[in-house]
Each structure stands twice: as C-alpha cells, then as structure tokens.
C-alpha cells in the first residue's frame, strides 16, 4: 500500500513532475494523490491533469492576509483526499504554525541550497558571490522557522567559473529532479505503515 502524497504547488510545477513520476513505478513507496496550488491556472496544475492526478486549486487573494483561513481551507482539501504525507514543491507561501503543526512530521520541502546556507531567497547569486565551490539542493521536514526543518537529504552540485545565478539554478533543479523523489519514498516507507 502506497503512502497517498499531496504536492503543493504555486507555478510551473517541475519537482511536482518529477514526484508524480517516480511515484507511479510500481515498487514506489509513495503515489501523487492530488496536487494543489494556491494560483487559479498554475502551469503545474495542467501537467498534474495530464499524469492523471487529481487537482485542486484554493486561491489565497480571497482571504485576503488571513492567512490561516486559506490553510484552514488547504488543510480540508488535503485531509478529505486521505493526502497522509506533504510535499511542498515551489509552494510560495510562509506557512503559519497552525498548518504546519497539523502535519508536523509529515511535510516535506526542498530547498535550492545546501541548507543550513542561505535560507529564503536568491539562494544562487548569494552562493556564487560568497565564492562557494558548490551549491546544491536540500530536502528538509517542515518546521515553523523558514527552512530550518531537520535534513533529510542533499545533493551537491559544483559552481564553475563564469557561472550566472540562472545556469547554476538550472544545473541544481536537474540535481532536485533526482533528489526529492528518492527522499520522498525513503521517507514514506520509513513511515512504518500497515
């Protein structure tokens, strides 16, 4: 019996992808369930469709800054699809406590950096202008504090000369593509199921 995942999404959806295709092999520990994105029309929603993944879209700007009302609306859909595990790929939105409490130790992120280095944003330029010999990807569980959720995973990616913000971020979202699914099943069957 797969672990039934949920992918939460704001755009183009690609770790999303990656996730709902390494979950539909057979000896995977986990199945793509339903993917939700807090954008009317997000690219990723279309794609989840044609994989045949159930999809669901709650639109924050109704709720205006209440931000736990949207989550509390999140949260519904998640929990009446029977999600059990969340995986958090390009999802733009700070959480606030009362989501991730409701699903600590059951949320997922990845981060494009070799976390505890540079949290937030602009992670590649801020790695290229430290002067680091590598960057890379990191998956992490969830915490309240922004990226600072316990490690489960990293892939470590080289920064070569002449490198751009935009190349590297390239060569490192090739480095997600294989890390995050491979994270994401070890942990669902960790889970200890059944």
Not at 51 to 65: C, I, Q, R
Not at 103 to 110: C, D, E, H, S, V
Not at 159 to 164: M, R
Request: with cysteine.
């Amino acid at each position: 019996m797969k672990t039934r995942v949920a992918v939460l999404i704001s755009g183009a959806g690609s770790n999303m992808a990656a996730l709902i295709d390494a979950g539909q092999a057979p000896d995977s520990g986990y199945e793509v369930g339903l993917v939700v994105s807090n954008v009317e029309g997000a690219g990723g929603l279309a794609i989840a469709a044609a994989k045949g993944v159930a999809t669901a879209t709650v639109a924050h700007k109704p709720f205006g800054k209440d931000r736990e009302a949207h989550e509390r609306a999140v949260d519904a859909v998640l929990r009446d699809a029977g999600i059990e595990v969340v995986a958090l790929a390009g999802y733009m939105r700070v959480l606030t406590p009362w989501l991730v409490g409701g699903w600590r130790g059951r949320m997922l992120n990845i981060h494009p950096s070799l976390l505890p280095l540079y949290p937030g944003l602009d992670t590649h330029a801020r790695a290229i202008a430290a002067g680091d010999a590598e960057a890379g990807c990191t998956v992490h569980l969830v915490t309240e504090g922004v990226d600072e959720g316990p490690i489960l995973g990293q892939a470590h990616v080289p920064i070569v000369a002449g490198d751009t913000p935009d190349a590297l971020a390239e060569r490192v979202k090739t480095a997600e593509h294989g890390l995050y699914p491979s994270v994401l099943d070890t942990f669902c069957r960790g889970l200890g199921r059944g």
